[in-house]
């Protein structure tokens, strides 16, 4: 009875799997974050009065009009899922206002409190997460030897860290219900680093490991993990980029390569990069699979980037210069 009104009992292979390992036993703590009553109560409250039961409640951050997250956000809709669509700003997703698929949340994944309040904001609405999408994203655009380390520091904020901290606001509540998908997306720069880019390759490598060993560590809680890796995706980010590097400082030893310095933070965005609409549909689609991969990577150069991470060091320094650094 409690189980079906928890929605447990819908699917019978989680039964199965809690009779041989039960995620409480070896992971206590949850149960002090997780209230177990509130959530019988949320469950039944919203999950039912909303009609909304067979639908996937799912969490996207960084959804702006133009960008990644907002594609993605409209294809989870358009596979009938309920889409919390989340940014700094509601008026950079407006467009998505008077859809009742979707429910709009301001969200900073710089701050743990502000993460704290969506969360609870969701939970009292849909009583739910079944899909975390941790899409917010910046580049970092400078020589390693001469960026300052405030923009390290707030790249990794954004990238690691506020990934990290969405996936430990979700995962207790996911444990509870023995289920659940955490979504990182992370980026084909990392099989082929180039230069101009070090900071962001650093942050989105540091991602990938983390959706490596998050796989194994929430396997036994019934979570999924899976590391979206996109290729060149048409979005905001090279303007973006170009905007944080116009507050760089001038650089004293790699001014020769100003120009190439700058055209990095386009490079996504040049020579026919994907349309985020296609790359959305492709990503939603295995996301959605009732066994998700472990790792997905779709886009522009993706398989040629897949080829430069088996080639010898040499030949992939050779390759990388003469379009990174001439
Ligand atoms: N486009 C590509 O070719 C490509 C390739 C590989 C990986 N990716 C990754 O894909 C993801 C989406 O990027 P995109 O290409 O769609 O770029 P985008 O259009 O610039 O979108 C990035 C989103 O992240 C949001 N964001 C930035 N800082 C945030 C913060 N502190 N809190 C919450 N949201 C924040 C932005 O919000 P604002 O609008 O308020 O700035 C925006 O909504 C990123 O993780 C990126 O690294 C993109």
Known sequence: MVASIIGISEDPSLISNSLFINPFKIFPFQSNFFNYKNLLKRESKHSLSMGSYGQQVVVITGCSQGGIGHALAKEFAANNCLVVATSRSVDSMRDLEQDHRFYLQELDVLSEENIQHVMSNVLEKFGRVDILVNNSGI??????????LSAVHKTFDTNLYGPLRLIQAAVPHMASRRKGKIVNVGSVTV?????????YTATKSALHSLSDTLRLELKPLGIDVINVVPGA???????????????????????????????RAYFSQRNKSTPTDEFAKNTVSAILKKNPPAWFSTGRYSTIMSIMYHLPICIKDFIIRKVFMS
Do not use: D, H
């Open 139 to 148: 580049q970092c655009v400078a020589p390693l030897a001469e960026v300052p």
């Open 191 to 199: 099989m082929a680093p180039t230069p101009w880019a070090g900071v």
């Open 233 to 263: 995706i048409q979005s905001n980010i090279g303007n973006s980029a170009v905007a944080s590097y116009n507050q760089m400082p001038e650089w004293k030893l790699y001014k020769p390569f100003e120009a190439a310095i700058r055209e």
